[in-house]
């Protein structure tokens, strides 16, 4: 019996031994699965993140080209309102140039002392200068030349009366010029180096509106470059000169 006891409790035992491998069993193909599910979700997480990353960078790219067309069509835009400032400012001139010849077209018919504009009266000797000659003359190449002051002041005064315009005038007989010792002596301290030549002496005018000329650009020389102009102003000495580049740079 007792053996029977021993053999009947050994039974249970592996019953139950049994009964838990079946559960373990169960346990472990329902992990296994639960591991597949997972698996196969982060699979198609990942997928999803790559789609998205893909999407990410053609978002990206189509937002930089769009960045880059707008800063090409800002560009564009910026270049056509420059030329419209130019075409606008040219037109502006155009009018003003016009009503200025108109009012010394007027003036010349009633006061017999007006010679014209000095831009009209006198130019440079080789083209290649007239932009520095336009520069050393400044706002002066525009003004009217004059026999005397008090022509200009009947002519500051028949503008006003009849609101023409309004003009800047160069009275040949008041015009302060350089004194030709000065003139000489620039120019002799500047005849061996050919870069250098004095504004009054690359310009053509009759003799009598030289004077204008001189009050215009006095004594300021033309250099071929700005390193020349640069020299000219600041390491030679006893010269006090203007300095115009052919370039139209002032020193």
């Known amino acids: 019996e007792n053996k029977r006891a021993v053999a009947g409790s050994m039974k249970q035992t592996i019953s139950q031994l049994e009964a838990r491998n079946e559960e373990t069993k169960k346990q472990a193909g329902a992990f296994v699965e639960r591991r ?10 990942k997928n999803d993140i790559q789609s998205c990353e893909k999407e990410l960078q053609a978002v990206q790219s189509a937002a930089q080209r769009t960045q880059a067309r707008r800063e090409e069509i800002d560009h564009e835009l910026e270049s056509i309102n420059a030329k419209l400032r130019d075409v606008r400012d040219h037109r502006r001139k155009n009018r003003e140039e016009e009503k200025l010849l108109q009012a010394i077209s007027k003036l010349k018919s009633h006061f017999p002392g007006v010679q014209g504009r000095l831009v009209d009266l006198c130019r440079p000797t080789q083209k290649r200068f007239n932009l520095a000659v336009t520069v050393a003359a400044g706002k002066d190449m525009d003004a009217v030349v004059v026999d005397t002051t008090q022509t200009a002041t009947e002519c500051i005064d028949y503008l006003k009366k009849y609101r023409i315009g309004v003009a800047t005038f160069i009275p040949l007989d008041n015009a302060f010029v350089p004194t030709p010792d000065s003139a000489d002596r620039i120019r002799s301290s500047l005849q061996s180096d050919g870069r250098f030549r004095l504004a ?15 009050y215009a650009v006095g004594n300021t020389v033309i250099s071929d470059d700005l390193d020349g102009a640069r020299e000219l102003c600041f390491q030679r000495g006893g010269l006090r000169v203007k300095a115009v580049t052919i370039g139209g740079a002032v020193i």
Do not use: F, P
Not at 200 to 214: F, G, P
């Open 36 to 45: 597949d599910k997972l698996t196969e979700s982060l699979e198609e997480t």
């Open 200 to 214: 009054a002496d690359v310009i053509s005018c009759d003799d009598a509106i030289k004077r204008a000329v001189l």
